[in-house]
């Protein structure tokens, strides 16, 4: 009885996450959604409404991204003028919370489309920013949660263990703490 070359066993391949199953198919959904629309708003009235709307967006979008810019850019320089005079920055939240939805807001308003443009305009709002970053920073604090302590290391560990050339170079990290004697140098690490 002659026994065959084993085939070798590899592991299961993980599943596919959720988003990356159904998000091309949403994509895809929202794209014919708002091509449907222009063109039942093209019939409605005629097509140079439909190029207004969309210059329109597009302009109103700019200036809401190129306000939000500059406003980002102002609360910058002033927490950077408070650090150098040596104040402390005021605790609390600044205005500039609503920064990044808002400019999120404008590329949507920017982009061909009337759901991108009606989706564009609510995360103007203040209320609609409020609560969708309230919901963003749970589901960021969950996801921080879940994923426990040490998985950022374990992923540079993972990345260093399998480069190419296979060298792995031991050492040890060496922390001057302020009021600390200046300590002797190290020998090099020899071989």
């Known amino acids: ?8 066993r590899y592991p299961a391949r993980p599943r596919r996450s959720r988003l990356r199953t159904f998000l091309p198919l949403g994509v895809a959904a929202w794209l014919v959604l708002e091509i449907w629309l222009l063109t039942v708003v093209a019939g409605a009235s005629n097509g140079l409404v439909v190029f207004l709307l969309l210059v329109a967006g597009f302009v109103l979008g700019s200036v809401v ?3 939000a810019g500059r406003r980002a850019f102002r609360n910058l320089t ?3 003028q408070q650090q ?4 402390m920055p005021a605790q609390g939240r600044s205005n500039s ?5 808002m400019m ?8 061909p489309g009337l759901v991108s443009d009606a989706v564009g305009l609510l995360l103007l709002l203040p209320p609609v920013q409020r609560g969708v970053s309230r919901r963003a920073e749970r589901t960021f604090d969950r996801k921080l949660r879940e994923a426990g302590t ?3 290391g374990d992923a540079f560990r993972q990345a260093r263990m399998q ?3 296979g060298k792995v170079v031991q050492g040890e990290v060496i922390r001057d703490e302020p009021g600390d004697a200046p300590q002797e140098p190290r020998p090099p690490l020899t071989r």
Do not use: F, V
């Open 104 to 111: 999120l807001g404008g590329l949507l308003l920017m982009l």
């Open 163 to 165: 480069r190419p050339d």
């Open 84 to 87: 150098q005079s040596g104040a």
């Open 65 to 67: 991204i190129k306000r």
């Open 150 to 152: 040490g998985t950022l």
């Open 1 to 8: 009885m002659t026994t065959g070359a084993q085939t070798p």
């Open 97 to 101: 919370e609503g920064n990044g939805l």
């Open 78 to 80: 002033e927490t950077l």
